[in-house]
Nanobody, 123 residues
Framework: QVQLVESGGGAVQAGGSLRLSCAASTRTFSNYAMGWFRQAPGKEREFVAA????????FYADSVKGRFAISRDNAKNTAYLQMNILKPEDTAVYYC????????????????WGQGTQVTVSS
């Protein structure tokens, strides 16, 4: 069982930045690919970014490409999402997730989920 806890959300003005963290309670963190998803009010949850076990490979949703960066520190059992040039449409609850398969944007490929952290971007 892997427990994930997100932090770093908050309120920011458009054009600002936030860094989300996802702390994992497992000694085998490096065995998992990590992903970030988000859910805006009234919308379905959507994929944001993913990173491979080693951190050597990443991919992004088109909507955040060039603005967001996913990373991980396997020594600290933590994944990150650096969000820059934030827009009001980035407002959502952000979730981190862990799975055994890298390279997927499908929720069902991720076995473990955090509780989410709210990000609010005002114009």
């Amino acid at each position: 069982q892997v427990q994930l806890v997100e932090s770093g959300g908050g309120a920011v003005q458009a054009g600002g930045s936030l860094r989300l963290s996802c702390a994992a309670s497992t000694r085998t963190f490096s065995n998992y690919a990590m992903g970030w998803f988000r859910q805006a009010p009234g919308k379905e949850r959507e994929f944001v970014a993913a990173i491979s076990r080693s951190g050597g490979s990443t991919f992004y949703a088109d909507s955040v490409k060039g603005r967001f960066a996913i990373s991980r520190d396997n020594a600290k059992n933590t994944a990150y999402l650096q969000m820059n040039i934030l827009k009001p449409e980035d407002t959502a609850v952000y979730y981190c997730a862990a799975g055994s398969v890298y390279g997927t944007n499908r929720e069902r490929q991720y076995a473990y989920w955090g509780q989410g952290t709210q990000v609010t971007v005002s114009s």
